[in-house]
C-alpha cells in the first residue's frame, strides 16, 4: 500500500487564504497561502485506524477539514457564494475499521471515499447515540461520499442514522449562467450501511440532485432509505431487513426517480416491525424495473400522498397485497409484471384499492399465485373510476363444451365454447362473490356459444349472474353474451342473436343479423310486384322477444335506369310483412348508383316465435331495369333485426 502523508491535528485552523501543504522536511501538513508555491494536495490519506474511537475520529476530521480549506474558486463574492472550485480534494481512507464517538460531518467539496470495495470502514463507538455521517453545511453543494462501510452498531445505541444529507439552504453556486458545473452535484456512491438503529440512509427536506448509485444497507432498524426531499436520483440500490419500509417517501419526497431498485426482507428488525417494500407518500414518484421480494407486509403501498405514482416492476414473495393503493390516492400508473407469495408468504391480495377518493388510477398486474387472490378494494369492495387490467383478462380462452363450466375472468375475460351438443351450466365464476372473488368492479367476461346441428341445448346460469336475453337454441345458431360485474352481480351489458325478455330494454339488443361479403352478387328486376332480392344469401333467422317488437334494417349498392325508382319490402315466404314497403331510391334523369339504408318497425310479433325474414323489391315506377349488388369488388351487405 506504501506509506501515505497522513494530516496531523493543528494547533488552530488555517486562516482565511491558507490552504493544507504538505512540508517534506517535517513531514507534516502546514497552513499556507494559497500563493506559495507549496503543492495543493489532490488526494488527503487519512491515518490508518487504530481502534480508538478518539483518535479515529480526529484524524478524519482533521482530514476533511484539510479538504475544506484547499477548496479554491475562480470566482466568487459573499452574495454570490465562492464561485466555481479550481480544487475538489479526496479524503481517502485505507483499509480497517475507523471507531468514532462523534458524528462525521462532511462538508461542500469534499469528497470522502474508502480504500475500494468496502475495504474502509466507518463504526459507530457504543453510545453515540447520533448520525455516523452527516453531509451537512450553511451551503451543500458537491459533496461525494462513496466506497464506504457505515457500521451503525444499533445494539449499543438508542437513536442515530447511517448516513444522512441535510438541505442545501438557499444556495446553488453550480448554476453560472446557461452552464451547469459538474462539481455542483451531490453523490452518494457504492456505500453500504450496516446496522443502522434508525434509517441506513436517511435524506433530509430541502436536498436536491442528489444521485444515490449502488448503495446498500442492511438491517436498518426503522426505514431502509428514510427519504424527505424532491427531485432525486436513484439507481442500483437496494434495502434488505430494514424495520420497516425498505424505500420510505415521506411528505417532502416528490418527482424522485428509481431505477433498477430492490428492497427485500422489510419488518425483520426489533426495532420497529411492519411496513412495506416501497412506502409513497409523497407525489410524483417514478419506479422502473425495482422489485420488493421476500417482504411479509405488502410490496408497494401508495398511501394518500401518493398521487401520481409511476411503477414498472416485480413483487414476489410477498405475506401482505402485492400492490395498495390507499383511500384518496388518485392518477397512478401500476405495472407489477409478476407477483406471488413466495418466500414462505402468500399473498393476500394481487391489488388492494381503498373505497374512498381513489381515482383515475391504472393497474396491470401478472400473477401466477395458486390459488391466487384477487382484491380489488380493501376489504374486497368497490373501486370505481379506476381501469384494472388483471393476467389475460383482456384475451380469450378456448373451453371445450362440458355439462358445467366455471370461469375464471383473468384467465381470459372472453370464453369462446365448444359447440353445445347437450345443455350447458355457467357457474358462478371460481370463488363466488366473496372477499377473495375473481373480480373486480368493471371486470367483463363474454361467452361465445354455437348450438349443434340437432340445437335445443339449454343454457343454465349461476345465481350471480342477470341475464336479460333470451339466447336462441335453433340448430347452428351463433351468438354471443356480456356480462360486467359491479360488486354484487354479473349484469347483462350486450348480447348478440339473441332476444332480450324481462322487458325487452332499450331496443339495442340483437337478434339476428346476416352479412354477405362472398362471391358478386348482382340480381336485377323489371317488376313491379315484390320478390325476393336473394332468399339465400340476404334473409336472417331470429326468435321475436316478448315485446313482440322488432327493427329490421339493410345496408346494400343498388342501381336505378334513367327514371326508375325502387321500394324494399321485408318478405316472410313468398308475402310480404304487412307495412313495410318503402321508397328507397330512383328518379333520376341518368342511371345512378345507390348505397341505401332501409330500417322499418314490425310489431305484433308472438314471442318466442321464430321468424326468417328476407329483404324483397319491386321496380315501383319506370321502364329499365333495378340492379342489387354485394360481394366481390363492391363491398358487403348486411341484414340486422334486434328488438324494439
Not at 108 to 136: E, H, M, P, R, Y
Not at 156 to 177: M, Y
Not at 453 to 477: K, M, Q, Y
Not at 629 to 643: C, K
Amino acid at each position: 500500500m506504501g506509506t501515505f502523508p497522513n494530516p496531523v491535528l493543528l494547533s488552530s485552523s488555517p486562516a482565511d487564504g491558507q490552504v493544507p501543504a504538505w512540508d517534506a522536511a517535517s513531514g507534516e501538513w502546514v497552513p499556507r497561502d494559497s500563493g506559495t508555491s507549496a503543492s495543493v494536495p489532490n488526494t488527503i490519506y487519512v491515518a490508518a485506524p487504530t481502534g480508538d474511537a478518539a483518535t479515529d475520529r480526529a484524524v478524519i476530521l482533521d482530514a476533511i477539514a484539510f479538504a475544506e480549506a484547499t477548496v479554491t474558486t475562480d470566482t466568487g463574492s459573499p452574495a454570490s457564494g465562492p464561485g466555481i472550485p479550481s480544487a475538489k480534494p479526496e479524503v481517502r481512507l485505507q483499509p480497517g475499521v475507523y471507531m468514532t464517538d462523534q458524528t462525521l460531518v462532511v462538508g461542500s467539496l469534499v469528497d470522502l471515499c474508502g480504500a475500494g470495495s468496502w475495504a474502509s470502514t466507518i463504526k459507530a463507538a457504543n453510545g453515540l447515540n447520533a448520525d455516523v455521517i452527516q453531509a451537512s453545511g450553511p451551503k451543500m453543494w458537491g459533496t461525494r461520499i462513496r466506497n464506504l462501510v457505515v457500521d451503525g452498531n444499533k445494539t449499543n445505541q438508542t437513536a442515530g442514522h447511517g448516513v444522512t444529507w441535510k438541505a442545501h439552504g438557499n444556495f446553488a453556486p453550480w448554476l453560472r449562467g446557461t452552464h451547469v458545473v459538474g462539481a455542483g452535484i451531490d453523490v452518494l456512491e457504492s456505500v453500504l450501511v450496516i446496522n443502522a438503529h434508525d434509517d441506513g440512509f436517511n435524506i433530509e427536506a430541502g436536498v436536491s440532485e442528489l444521485r444515490v448509485t449502488r448503495c446498500v444497507q442492511s438491517g436498518a432498524g426503522r426505514y431502509g432509505f428514510g427519504i424527505n426531499s424532491a427531485d432525486l436520483f436513484f439507481a442500483d440500490c437496494t434495502s434488505g431487513g430494514s424495520g420497516k419500509a425498505g424505500f420510505a417517501l415521506l411528505g417532502g419526497a416528490a418527482v424522485n426517480r428509481f431505477v433498477n431498485c430492490k428492497s427485500y426482507g422489510v419488518g425483520n428488525d426489533g426495532v420497529y416491525v411492519g411496513g412495506s417494500g416501497f412506502y409513497v407518500n409523497a407525489p410524483r414518484n417514478s419506479f422502473v424495473n425495482c422489485e420488493a421480494p421476500e417482504c411479509p407486509f405488502d410490496g408497494l403501498e401508495i398511501s394518500a400522498g401518493g398521487d401520481g405514482t409511476e411503477w414498472r416492476g416485480r413483487v414476489t414473495g410477498v405475506g401482505g397485497n402485492a400492490v395498495t393503493v390507499s383511500d384518496n390516492a388518485t392518477d397512478c400508473d401500476i405495472d407489477v409484471i409478476y407477483a406471488d407469495g413466495d418466500y414462505g408468504y402468500t399473498v393476500t391480495a394481487l391489488v388492494a384499492v381503498g373505497t374512498t377518493g381513489c381515482v383515475r388510477n391504472r393497474i396491470r398486474a401478472r400473477s401466477v399465485e395458486t390459488p391466487a387472490y384477487y382484491t380489488a378494494g380493501a376489504t374486497g369492495a368497490s373501486a370505481l373510476a379506476n381501469t384494472f387490467d388483471i393476467n389475460n383478462e383482456r384475451g380469450q380462452q378456448k373451453v371445450a363444451y362440458a355439462a358445467a363450466v366455471t370461469p375464471d375472468p383473468y384467465l381470459g375475460g372472453t370464453l369462446d365454447i365448444g359447440t353445445l351438443t347437450a345443455a350447458i351450466t355457467i357457474n358462478d365464476p371460481s370463488t363466488g362473490a366473496s372477499t377473495d372473488a375473481k373480480a373486480h368492479v368493471g371486470s367483463r367476461l363474454t361467452f361465445l356459444f354455437r348450438q349443434d346441428g340437432t340445437g335445443g341445448h339449454a343454457i343454465t346460469w349461476g345465481s350471480e349472474f342477470v341475464v336479460l336475453a333470451d339466447l336462441p337454441t335453433t340448430a347452428n345458431a351463433v351468438y354471443s353474451i356480456t356480462f360486467e360485474w359491479d360488486g354484487t352481480s354479473w349484469m347483462e351489458v350486450a348480447a348478440s342473436g339473441a332476444t332480450v325478455t324481462g322487458g325487452g330494454g332499450g331496443g339495442s339488443s340483437t337478434l339476428g343479423r346476416t352479412f354477405y361479403n362472398g362471391s358478386l352478387l348482382s340480381p336485377t328486376t323489371t317488376s313491379g310486384t315484390s320478390a325476393d332480392i336473394d332468399a339465400t344469401n340476404l334473409a336472417v333467422t331470429f326468435d321475436a322477444p316478448t315485446s313482440g317488437d322488432v327493427w329490421f334494417e339493410a345496408d346494400i349498392l343498388i342501381q336505378t335506369d334513367v327514371g326508375d325508382y325502387v321500394d324494399f319490402t321485408v318478405r316472410e315466404g313468398s308475402s310480404d310483412v304487412a307495412g313495410t314497403q318503402t321508397r328507397m331510391a330512383g328518379g333520376s334523369s341518368t342511371a345512378e348508383h345507390y348505397f341505401v339504408h332501409y330500417k322499418v318497425l314490425i310489431t305484433g310479433l308472438t314471442p318466442g316465435s321464430t321468424h326468417t325474414y328476407k329483404l324483397g323489391w319491386l321496380r315501383a315506377a319506370g321502364s329499365g331495369s333495378v340492379t342489387a349488388y354485394a360481394g366481390s369488388g363492391v363491398g358487403p351487405a348486411s341484414l340486422e333485426v334486434r328488438a324494439a
